[in-house]
């Protein structure tokens, strides 16, 4: 059973427009939550994270929110760019303090010039 | 400086041999984990080292999947006999916990591993 979910397999966005991508979990104990992008032939590499504790947390150009009652979170890229396109992977700590992260499936993004 | 560094990059076998994947961890971290990514599931952990210990290996699949990590600069996992379902990629991380681990892995570029 899939604790996190990632149910669009792929994603296809304008350059310069936003690019939304969306996570769901089950379990309520998940304490941090975390995105990861990945390129080709490359290990993924840590984007952004979040607290349970908050709702929304912002870097740039990238954006994660958190509906904790929804079980849901979401990555925001605005303004998309050509570099962004990639697999996303949604991932989430049991507690923190705890390094066993579990991944979903990965949604793979594709920026069109 | 070096990142994870894993070897071999790229490993084709036939069914019931064993394969040996290696790692070495970005130096000074003190835990290292192995993920197994495939399109169904995604990147799965399969097992992680705290100092070198075992702390969880509920994710490895079956006996036929071992994993050792006899100093802080080296882990290997073995599989054997290899099947075909193992086909995948596999990763190596290593993070620093200080004692509040924050879930930020450093990975390896991974084995492309492929079991005829």
């Known amino acids: 059973d899939q604790q996190v979910k990632q149910n669009s397999p792929s994603l296809s966005v304008q350059e310069g427009r936003i690019s939304i991508l969306n996570c769901d979990y089950t379990n309520s104990m998940f304490d941090y939550f975390l995105w990861y992008k990945k390129y080709p032939a490359e290990g993924p590499t840590f984007l952004i994270s979040i607290s349970s504790i908050k709702d ?3 870097d740039g150009r990238f954006t994660v929110f958190l509906n904790k009652s929804a079980k849901h979170l979401s990555l925001h890229i605005v303004p998309s760019q050509p570099g962004d396109s990639a697999v996303y992977f949604c ?13 979903g499936t990965g949604t793979r993004l594709t920026i069109i010039p | 400086d070096a990142g994870v560094i894993q070897s071999p990059r790229h490993e ?6 064993e394969v040996t994947l290696r790692c070495k961890p970005i130096s000074g971290h003190n835990s290292l984990f192995w993920y197994r990514q495939t399109m169904m599931r995604g990147l799965e952990l399969l097992i992680y080292f705290n100092n070198n210990v075992p702390i969880d290996d509920s994710g490895m699949p079956e006996d036929r999947f071992s994993a050792k990590m006899p100093n802080a600069s080296f882990s290997t996992l073995k599989i054997q006999p290899s099947e075909p379902r193992d086909s995948a990629v596999y990763f190596c991380a290593s993070s620093l916990l200080l004692g509040m681990g924050t879930g930020e892995l450093f990975f390896g570029e991974g084995s492309r591993l492929t079991v005829l």
């Open chain 1, 56 to 58: 929304k947390n912002e």
């Open chain 1, 91 to 103: 991932a989430a700590l049991l507690n923190f303090g705890n390094e066993k992260l579990t991944f």
């Open chain 2, 12 to 17: 084709v076998t036939e069914m019931g041999q």
